[in-house]
Every structure is written in C-alpha cells, then in structure tokens.
T-cell receptor, first 115, second 111 residues
Framework: GAVVSQHPSWVICKSGTSVKIECRSL??????MFWYRQFPKQSLMLMAT?????????EQGVEKDKFLINHASLTLSTLTVTSAHPEDSSFYIC???????????FGPGTRLTVT | DAKTTQPTSMDCAEGRAANLPCNHS???????VYWYRQIHSQGPQYIIH???NNETNEMASLIITEDRKSSTLILPHATLRDTAVYYC????????????FGKGTSLLVTP
C-alpha cells in the first residue's frame, strides 16, 4: 500500500519558538494532503487541507497565521507551528488520498510538546 | 457525511472473534462504509470499506445490513495487537474530502 511519512516523529520545543513538521508521500503523488490534530483521549480533528500549488484551506477556529502550511511539491506538505505555546502540545497527523484506491493513507504522527 | 454511532468501548478475549457494530441510519445511496483503526500513538490505519455487499480482506470482514443502516466489522481471531480505537466512517468514495472521525470504539483484547 501507499506510504506516508512524517518527520520528526516527536519534538520538544520551548514556548515562543516555531516548529516545522514534514509530511511526505513516499511512493505516490498527492495534490491534496490533510492535517489533523489529536489531543489526549480525543479523536482526530481536521485542521486544514493542503493543496499543491495553492493556499491551504483551514477549518473554522484554526488560525492560519499560527499554523502555516506549505505544499510545494506533489510529495511534500509542511506544517509550521509558529510561536508555539503549551496549549499547542498535541499529536499532529497528516494524510493523503492514495492514487490506487479510495482509502486515505495516514502518516505515523508527530508528537509535539511545548514547554 | 452521514452520522455514525458506535459503542464507546468493547472487550474481547484473545483468539475470539471481535464484532464491532456501527449504526448509520442516515446513510445515502452513494455513501460507503469505511473502517479505520488507530493503535495508541500511531496514525490511523485503513481496514476495509464497502457499499452494500459484504466484504472480506486479510484483516477483517465487513457485514452491511440489507437496508444499509448498520454494519459490523469482524476481526475473526483477535490478537493483543488488535487493541486499538476503531472508527466507522460513512462517506462518498473518492470525494476528495478529509475523513470525519467520530469517537470510535476502543477495543481491548485481553489474554
């Protein structure tokens, strides 16, 4: 099946700094990728839709200036958490529709801890 | 996407079949039933999907009632590694939209 990777798998940063998370489709091209956030004991919540070559679409309540998304190629989308605060600590997951089937493929997730 | 209802949690003994139910009474004719699972601290994993016929793959079987208002995911011989949160999602295939995750069913497989 198709593979989606994320880097880093976990990161600890200080409050006020910025963190970049990468999402790559390894063996297929993805014109669209999705970014989710998951707090402990909760379900995945969609944050934004990343579109190759155009601006991302953000869900209601998600600050686009805080969560910068760049989808510069057909295999890479990045999420930058700017001026991170402890409340941004969460599990961030990306996904992409596969090119050979109807299902979506998810990355392994990135655990962000802001101290 | 049609709304789904799943039990909050279930237990299953290792080696036995795990039957996870899902209600989707407002499903539309062009909506499929998808199942994903999420093992702790990992990304969700696709399991199976179907429209109206029963489906089986190497991971599980999906039984959809004739009126399509409910379905059951069956893990025929549950192992400890099947302990996870299982999500039933109803959506149009290849819609291009993200998946809408509900709360899912937390399945605990015990020795």
């Amino acid at each position: 099946g198709a593979v989606v990777s994320q880097h880093p798998s976990w990161v600890i940063c200080k409050s006020g700094t910025s963190v970049k998370i990468e999402c790559r489709s390894l063996d297929f091209q993805a014109t669209t990728m999705f970014w989710y956030r998951q707090f402990p004991k909760q379900s995945l919540m969609l944050m934004a839709t990343s579109n190759e070559g155009s601006k991302a679409t953000y869900e209601q309540g998600v600050e686009k200036d805080k969560f910068l998304i760049n989808h510069a190629s057909l295999t890479l989308s990045t999420l930058t958490v700017t001026s991170a605060h402890p409340e941004d600590s969460s599990f961030y997951i990306c996904s992409a529709p596969g090119d050979r089937g109807p299902e979506q493929y998810f990355g392994p997730g990135t655990r962000l801890t802001v101290t | 996407d049609a709304k789904t209802t799943q039990p909050t949690s279930m237990d299953c003994a290792e080696g036995r079949a795990a039957n996870l139910p899902c209600n989707h009474s407002t499903i539309s004719g062009n909506e499929y039933v998808y199942w994903y699972r999420q093992i702790h601290s990992q990304g969700p994993q696709y399991i199976i999907h179907g429209l109206k016929n029963n489906e089986t793959n190497e991971m599980a079987s999906l039984i959809i009632t004739e009126d399509r208002k409910s379905s059951t995911l069956i893990l025929p011989h549950a192992t400890l590694r099947d302990t996870a949160v299982y999500y039933c999602i109803v959506r149009v295939v290849n819609s291009g939209y993200a998946l809408n995750f509900g709360k899912g069913t937390s399945l605990l497989v015990t020795p």
